[in-house]
C-alpha cells in the first residue's frame, strides 16, 4: 500500500469565504444576544478544572463574561447561562442552520 502525504498551507479565507464567515459571525452576535443573555439569570461558577472559587474576571466576548481560574490558570465562562439555555441555542438559534447550510 502507498500514501501520499500533501502538506499545503491554507487559508480560513481558502475553505470559508469570508463574506460567509462576516454574516455567521453577526448572526451568533445576534443570536447569543436573544438566547443566552437577555432576559436569562447569568449564574456564577467555580472553575470547573479544580472546583476552586478562586476566580478573577477575565474578559466578555458578545455579552457572555469569561473567568479565570486564580489556582490552575484554566478560562471559562462565567457566569454563564442555564444548560437548558445552551440547548436551546444549539438546536434553535438562526447561526447553527446558517453553519450548516452556508458554510
Known amino acids: 500500500m ?5 502538506d499545503d498551507d491554507f487559508h ?3 475553505l470559508k469565504p469570508e463574506l460567509l464567515l462576516a454574516q ?3 448572526l451568533i ?3 447569543v444576544a436573544s438566547y443566552l443573555v437577555q ?4 449564574k456564577d461558577v ?13 474578559f466578555k466576548r458578545f455579552g457572555l463574561g469569561y473567568s479565570e481560574c486564580s489556582t490552575c490558570g484554566t478560562l471559562y ?6 444548560d ?3 440547548l436551546r441555542f444549539y438546536k434553535e438559534a438562526p447561526s447553527r442552520a446558517f453553519w450548516s447550510r452556508q458554510i
Not at 502507498?2 to 500533501?6: A, D, L, R, S
Not at 467555580?46 to 478573577?56: L, W
Not at 465562562?77 to 442555564?82: A, V
Open 2 to 6: 502507498k500514501n501520499i502525504v500533501v
Open 84 to 86: 437548558e439555555a445552551i
Open 77 to 82: 465562562g462565567s457566569p454563564r447561562p442555564s
Open 39 to 42: 432576559g436569562l439569570a447569568l
Open 29 to 31: 452576535k445576534a443570536d
Open 46 to 58: 467555580d472553575c470547573p478544572a479544580c472546583a476552586s472559587s478562586a476566580v478573577a474576571a477575565s
Open 12 to 14: 480560513q479565507s481558502d
Open 24 to 26: 455567521y459571525i453577526e
